[in-house]
């Protein structure tokens, strides 16, 4: 059984590289400590698979998580303190995960890669 997680990062912010691979570390940890210990552990031990996906805006983000929370699925969202780059308070990007890939892809499988 693959696992996978995936973050998903709202595109029109135009978040600077250096922001956005801080916000997806923060997106990705947050769903990892609410993971249950037994398939956190698996998906550590597994190579920690996760990708990054594009979302168009907020209201997309929240639609995929909602989704992914309806499923059964761990999920986190992250707002900004806002101190460099975005206002804050800004909802920045959401993971899935880590979880089975099927259950993932059935949610995320249409988005594509950042």
């Known amino acids: 059984m693959e696992l996978k997680q995936v973050i998903l990062v709202r595109t029109d912010l135009q978040l ?16 990892f400590l609410k993971t249950n210990q037994t398939l956190a552990k698996k ?9 990054v996906l594009k979302v168009k805006d907020l209201k ?3 639609l995929y998580i909602q989704d992914a929370k309806d499923a059964g699925l761990v999920t986190s ?7 460099t780059v975005v206002e ?14 099927p259950k993932v ?9 950042m």
């Open 16 to 31: 600077p590289k250096g922001k956005m691979a801080a916000q997806v570390a923060h997106a990705s940890l947050e769903a």
């Open 43 to 51: 998906w550590h031990n597994s190579g920690m698979k996760k990708i």
């Open 60 to 62: 997309e983000l929240h």
């Open 77 to 83: 969202i992250i707002t900004d303190a806002g101190h």
């Open 88 to 101: 804050p308070g800004t909802v920045t990007c959401g993971a899935i995960g880590p979880d089975e890939e």
């Open 105 to 113: 892809d059935r949610i995320t499988g249409k988005l594509s890669m």
